[in-house]
Structures are given as structure tokens and as C-alpha cells.
């Protein structure tokens, strides 16, 4: 290919910076076809270094892989994390979102905008602070990611954040550590399937992790072989837990039965939907599970190397996860020989840059792949083409470890546990109005109240106006259906969704316009534009709210309710993805479920 490469040239810091990273391709597992897979590292190198990626950082990268620096271009500039305009070293992002707002977030941004405003750091500072999208950390809440470039980059996410934390961050101080805090209410809960040794077990001793029956599983799953794995897997019934409930068995099936080699794995750990922080738990207190989940996972459908694609706001789950890789590695239970039982599998970890679109599968692929993160065309499906073209295997973090329940106890006692059809355990993420936000596990069938009464209730006594199930893309119920069963029959029944396990409950004194507004900026912004209705849709949809929250419609509020079931209609028939499909679901269930704008309805 004749490049035709920028002329400008990487300072020293960023040269080294950008090859140390290129120099470890020999030594990854994944090898894809030329070296574009390598793209997004080396430009999360260089912003590491210099804080933004330079025009020079741009096309050195461009030089060392053979990449048009049009394309790089258009990768780099994809991504929420990465700036191609100079900006300072230390940039605190702090979340405005959903979450955040009930519990002191706007508070805090106006605070920090009293004192710099634009968000605009002072020059003897070096320092910024932007406004964020969900960060993952709603049960400490408020929350904000703090990044650091240079030499010894720094990145911290924390919470919950006082205005006197961001002014002494934004002057140079480090955030205050907040992981030992962030442990599951419930985790010391030895019942629990899932959390049980999210508080209790060292996450970074692999030998702590073996004393509490570690790797149990995967001795069961080389005595079964590759079939009896699959069968305990469908004798389990286990359905995704990452919104689409597709069964896990059939999934697993369809890739062992894939003739093209090689087979892929891909650990979606890129959770973004707002209110969800479920995978974050488990990455952060229980990282080894997830390595020997996807061992077993990979030994049942003939994979030879996974990938596990952890979202860019989570240092702490992807620091945990590498060092989880690396001593496996060390032990044998990683390699060219697991455990000596002749299996060949190994894990390269990836970092996301700030793109909900990349929780999509295809979209991450092409993330994985050095393309940007869009969404491709199905059919094919990833189990006959996906990463790199080949059957790859996609499962978020709690479906991974939820499998490597049901090997460990059987299918059948695995199913023992729910209902007939939601069987398990569930992981739910517990935030806004509540008493004890966090991570809480309970098998299929109890209910919303429920799980509200884990959380210790309402804050300060109060009542709910409304709880949304699912995230963004999930729906509302009111105040009257908090005995709604949470099972995938349950609220299908009931139209609504489970979505990614968000249970979000809002008080009185929350002003729900404000929220769904907030809902339709977030697909807005998040929308990858690559498809007309999703593209234009968003944009249309969060003007009508817009029109609708000022009480200036265009024409009536039933024009203007009008206009948006047309849209949302036109977006859920048409868009490419799941984004499109589902980014009216909350707005369009607080319309006509909460009655927001019938002047009868939740405020």
C-alpha cells in the first residue's frame, strides 16, 4: 500500500511509548491477519504518555502498522477516552448520568463549574474536568475517573466524589482510593453462587482463589470431555445475563460444531449500559473465575485463544484480570498445556477507549480488529463468523461464570434453583433512591420488592415515584408493581425487560422529565451514526423531549407523543443494531407507562 504519512513527528516520549507496545506482538496470543489489531493499543499508548494523541503519535503509529492515517484517524476520533487535540495531563471525568444525578452529581458539577467553568483547568494546573457518561460505579455514586498521563500514567476510578475530593484532584493530588469499599453487600454470603468470594478471597491470589474451590471446574470439565460440558450446560438452561437471554447451550453448540478453525472466545466485559455494574463486582473481587470460566467455556466449544475486552472506565477490573492471566500463565492453567490435560488455550486482555456501541459483539469485533467500533450486518453470526471472520464464542462476565456454576454443581442442580424458565441465580445492580446501592444475587422469582428491601428501602423513609428495570434501554414500572416477579417470563409478561440486571429506583424529589431527557442525550451522543434511523432517530427523538420538557410541542403534546412513537417505531424496525432498537424503550415506557406528559402522570 503507498501511505501517504503526516508529516509531523512523534516526540521521543511517544516514539518509545507506541513501539514498547508494538514490540509485544510477539509475545500475544492473538495473531490476527497483519498487525491492524494492534491499532487501538498503540494509540492508548500514546495518549497514555502525552495525554492527547499528536498529529505526530498519529502517524508513527500510521508508519509501524502500514495504515492510511485517514483510517487511523477515524478510529482515533471514534472513541470517548481519546482526544486528538491537545489537552492537559490530568483530566477528571465526573458522571452526570442517571445514577449519578440522584445522588449529588449535579450538585457537584455545579460546584465545579462555579470555580471552572467549561470544565477549563488553570494553566499551573495542567488539569481539566469534563462531564461523563455512566462510569460503572453508580452504588458510590457520585462518581469520576481520574487519568493521569505521563511516564507512570495514573488511572483511578472512585466515588463517591465531594466537591473538596475534585478540587484537590484537579490540583494534583491522586484520587482517593475507594476499592477496598466497593465489595458486595451480600458477598460474605457463602450460599451465593456468584459473590461468595467476592469479599472474602484475596483477587489477587491465585492459591486463595483454589482454597476456596478454584478450579474445581475445570477438572470436572476435562474428566467430562468437551460433550459432557455441553450437555451439563444445557441441562442448565442458563440464558445470557447480558439483555438477550439467548440460551447459553445453544450458543456454546453452535461454535463446537463450527468445521472452520481457528475458534474464538470473546469475554464481553465492556459493560456500559447506565446503572450497570455488575461485571465490574465480579472482575474486581473474583478475577480468577473469569479466567477459568472462559477455560472451561473454551475447552467445551474448540477454542484455542480468548479475548477478554474490558471497558476503558475500569482500571482496577482490568489491572486484577491481567494479573489473574499472568499468574494462570505461570501455573500451567493457561499455555500450550492446561493443567497437562493436552488442551491448548490462552487469553490476551483488551481495554476498551469509551464507546457503548462496543458492548454490540460485532462491534466489538471491528473494536478488537483496529476498525471502528460499528456494528456489523447479521447474518453471519459471530458463532459462524466473527472475530477475524472465524466462530467465535460471545459471552459477557456473568454469563461466563454462571456457566462455570452449573459444570461445577451439574446442569441439573444448577436449574434447581429460579424457575422453570429463568433458572439460577441472578446478578442485580441495586442504585439511585435506595438505602445500600450495590451488587445483589437472588435466585430467579423474587421480586421487585424484594430486592428493594436488600437495599435497605427507600432513602430516608421515602416512597418510590418509579423504578427503571434494564438501564437506558430498558423500560419503567411504577409504584404499584414492585411485586413483579424478576424473571424473564415475569416481565415479559408485564412488558417490560430485565435488560443487564439494572434495578434503578427514583424518590419523590427526583425529577423524571429531567431523567428521560437525560436517557435520549445518552443515545444521542452514543449513537456510531453508521445507520440513517438510529443516526437521525436519536437526534429527533431528544428534541420532541426537549420541546415537550420546555411545554413549547410543535402543534400539540399529542403531535408531538405522536411523533415520538413514530420514531421509535421507525428506529426499533430499522436500525442496524440493538442501540437503534432499543433507544426509545425508556422513553417511549415512561409515556405511556409512567403517563409523564398526560398532566396525570409521574413528574
Not at 426499533?572 to 437503534?580: F, H
Amino acid at each position: 500500500m503507498d501511505l501517504h504519512l503526516l508529516d509531523a513527528q512523534p516526540t521521543t516520549a511517544e516514539r518509545e511509548a507506541i513501539d514498547a507496545v508494538l514490540a509485544e506482538d510477539a509475545a500475544r496470543p492473538l495473531a490476527g491477519p497483519g498487525r491492524r489489531h494492534l491499532l487501538l493499543p498503540a494509540l492508548q499508548a500514546a495518549q497514555a504518555r502525552a495525554g492527547f494523541i499528536s498529529a505526530g503519535a498519529l502517524g508513527h503509529v500510521c508508519e509501524r502498522l502500514g495504515i492510511p492515517p485517514a483510517e487511523a484517524h477515524g478510529v482515533a476520533s471514534f472513541y470517548g477516552l481519546l482526544s486528538l487535540e491537545p489537552r492537559p495531563r490530568r483530566v477528571l471525568r465526573v458522571c452526570d448520568d442517571i445514577g449519578c444525578r440522584c445522588r449529588g452529581a449535579l450538585e457537584l458539577i455545579a460546584a465545579l463549574e462555579a470555580e471552572r467553568p467549561g470544565g477549563r483547568g488553570r494553566p499551573e494546573d495542567d488539569a481539566l474536568w469534563v462531564r461523563s457518561p455512566c462510569l460503572g460505579l453508580c452504588d458510590h455514586a457520585p462518581a469520576a475517573f481520574l487519568t493521569v498521563a505521563g511516564e507512570a500514567p495514573v488511572e483511578r476510578l472512585f466515588g463517591p466524589v465531594t466537591p473538596e475530593d475534585a478540587r484537590a484532584v484537579l490540583a494534583g493530588d491522586l484520587a482517593p482510593s475507594t476499592a477496598a469499599r466497593r465489595r458486595p453487600p451480600q458477598a460474605r454470603d457463602p450460599a451465593l453462587p456468584l459473590l461468595a468470594r467476592a469479599a472474602d478471597s484475596d483477587p489477587e491470589s491465585l492459591d486463595a482463589y483454589r482454597a476456596r474451590g478454584g478450579y474445581a471446574a475445570l477438572r470436572r470439565a476435562f474428566d467430562l470431555g468437551p460433550e459432557g460440558v455441553l450437555r451439563e450446560v444445557l441441562d442448565s438452561k442458563l440464558l445470557g445475563r447480558g439483555g438477550a437471554a439467548f440460551p447459553t447451550g445453544r450458543k456454546w453448540e453452535a461454535v463446537a460444531r463450527q468445521p472452520v478453525r481457528p475458534h474464538y472466545l470473546v469475554c464481553n466485559a465492556d459493560e456500559s449500559e447506565p446503572g450497570t455494574f455488575k461485571d465490574r463486582a465480579l472482575m474486581e473481587g473474583d478475577p480468577f473465575a473469569v479466567v477459568e470460566a472462559m477455560t472451561v467455556a473454551a475447552y467445551a466449544t474448540g477454542c484455542e485463544l480468548g479475548v477478554v475486552y474490558v471497558r476503558g472506565e475500569y482500571p482496577l477490573a482490568a489491572e486484577r484480570l491481567a494479573n489473574a492471566i499472568r499468574r494462570c500463565r505461570a501455573r500451567g492453567l493457561l499455555g500450550a498445556d492446561v493443567m497437562g490435560r493436552g488442551a491448548r488455550f490462552d487469553i490476551e486482555l483488551r481495554r476498551g477507549a469509551g464507546a457503548y456501541i462496543c458492548g454490540e459483539e460485532t462491534a466489538l469485533f471491528n473494536s478488537i480488529e483496529g476498525f471502528r467500533g460499528e456494528p456489523r450486518n447479521k447474518p453471519p453470526f459471530p458463532v459462524q463468523a466473527g472475530l477475524f471472520g472465524k466462530p467465535t464464542l460471545v459471552n459477557n462476565v456473568e454469563t461466563l461464570v454462571s456457566a462455570l456454576d452449573a459444570v461445577a454443581r451439574g446442569g441439573h442442580a444448577f436449574a434447581r434453583a429460579g424457575t422453570e424458565q429463568s433458572t439460577g441465580t441472578k446478578l442485580f445492580c441495586l442504585s439511585g433512591c435506595v438505602e445500600a446501592p450495590g451488587v445483589y444475587e437472588v435466585p430467579f422469582g423474587a421480586t421487585v420488592r424484594d430486592l428493594v428491601g436488600l437495599a435497605g428501602g427507600v432513602r430516608g423513609g421515602g416512597r418510590v415515584q418509579a423504578i427503571l428495570l434494564g438501564g437506558a434501554a430498558g423500560g419503567w414500572i411504577g409504584p404499584g408493581e414492585l411485586d413483579l416477579p424478576l424473571t424473564f417470563e415475569g416481565t415479559r409478561a408485564a412488558q417490560a425487560t430485565l435488560g443487564s440486571g439494572v434495578v434503578m429506583v427514583f424518590d419523590a424529589s427526583v425529577d423524571l422529565v429531567a431523567i428521560v431527557l437525560r436517557i435520549a442525550e445518552f443515545f444521542r451522543d452514543e449513537s456510531c451514526g453508521q445507520c440513517v434511523p438510529c443516526r437521525i432517530g436519536t437526534i429527533r427523538q431528544e428534541e420532541a423531549l426537549a420541546r415537550l420538557a420546555r411545554g413549547a410541542p410543535r402543534g400539540s403534546v399529542a403531535d408531538e407523543l405522536a411523533l415520538l412513537d413514530e420514531l421509535g417505531r421507525a428506529m426499533k424496525d430499522a436500525s442496524i443494531c440493538g442501540l437503534g432498537q432499543t433507544a426509545a424503550g425508556a422513553i417511549d415506557s415512561a409515556v405511556k407507562r409512567l403517563g409523564l406528559f398526560d398532566g396525570g402522570g409521574a413528574r
